[in-house]
């Protein structure tokens, strides 16, 4: 009986070994990334349902203005995708992802593209496509660095799998930069054409998207000959879209 009690008396006084720091900090960033899956996948299943009213761009470029001492100007008006014409969808379509309805959010064949045109020195457009560009709007930031890189192609699967396509085209066009304060496709008719998003002309659609690489220097009215070009390619390439079907 006596050694009984002594061997629960020796348990009870041996000490755990302490954690360790690496083990602390193993657990921490466990936590951290369950919490970033949860938080990032409940706001994708949200904005599936609910108007993006703003995005992290928008308020950048607030506080760039602020901070300038320029004028805070935000026009931004959300409309559902049946309200916005057929033509500016063509158009995005052929300036920005001509295999947007193809793909499953990523054109690798743009991107080898644009990745050996830069190799040689030449200014073209990035290999991201409207889903990429959808996915950066709306829940990151602008820049280049591979960490947001590797944000931008986490979201983009996420949105491709859930919004599913006509989804990503209809907060693309209500959340992306078209002008200088403008956001979406009905601030953006209303700004440069006075009229609705529904009754844009092929033409104005072309006009729209031909700004959306530089749409702070670009104008989609009363534009540069470079412009210009670039809506007659636009046109001429919307013919060859086709009907659109999500």
Same mark, same amino acid.
Request: hydrophobic share 50%; proline share 3%; charged share 20%.
């Given at each position: 009986? /006596? *050694?009984? +009690? *002594? &061997?629960?008396? =020796? %348990?009870?006084t041996v000490k755990k070994e302490p954690t360790t720091f690496l083990s602390k900090l193993s657990r921490f960033l466990f936590k951290v990334l369950l919490?970033?899956? #949860?938080?990032? @996948?409940? @706001?994708?299943?949200?904005?599936?349902?609910?108007?993006?009213?703003? *995005?992290? @761009?928008?308020?950048? $470029?607030m506080i760039e203005n602020k901070t300038a001492d320029k004028e805070v100007f935000f026009n931004h008006d959300w409309e559902p995708l049946d309200k916005i014409s057929m033509n500016l969808q063509k158009a995005v379509i052929a300036s920005e992802d001509g295999n947007? @309805? %193809?793909?499953? #959010?990523f054109d690798f064949t743009a991107m080898q593209k644009a990745y050996k045109s830069n190799e040689r020195g030449r200014r073209i457009k990035g290999g991201s496509t409207i889903s990429q560009q959808t996915a950066k709007n709306v829940f990151l930031w602008q820049g280049r660095s591979y960490f947001r890189k590797g944000l931008e192609a986490y979201f983009t699967v996420l949105i491709e799998i859930i919004w599913g396509k006509e989804r990503i085209m209809e907060v693309y066009l209500?959340?992306?930069?078209? #002008?200088d304060g403008i956001y979406g496709a009905q601030a953006a008719t209303q700004h440069w054409y006075r009229k609705d998003a529904a009754s844009l002309t092929p033409i104005q659609a072309a006009g729209i998207a031909a700004i959306l690489p530089n749409p702070r220097k670009?104008? /989609?009215t009363s534009s540069s000959s470079y412009i =210009? =070009? $670039? %809506? /007659? %390619? +636009?046109?001429?390439?919307?013919? &060859?879209?086709?009907k659109v079907t999500y």
């Open positions: 009986m /006596a *050694t009984k +009690i *002594t &061997q629960k008396r =020796n %348990k009870s919490w970033f899956f #949860g938080v990032s @996948l409940f @706001l994708v299943v949200f904005f599936k349902f609910v108007p993006v009213v703003f *995005t992290p @761009l928008m308020v950048i $470029r947007f @309805l %193809k793909h499953n #959010g209500n959340s992306i930069e078209m #002008g670009f104008k /989609a =210009n =070009n $670039r %809506k /007659a %390619k +636009i046109v001429r390439v919307m013919r &060859q879209v086709g």
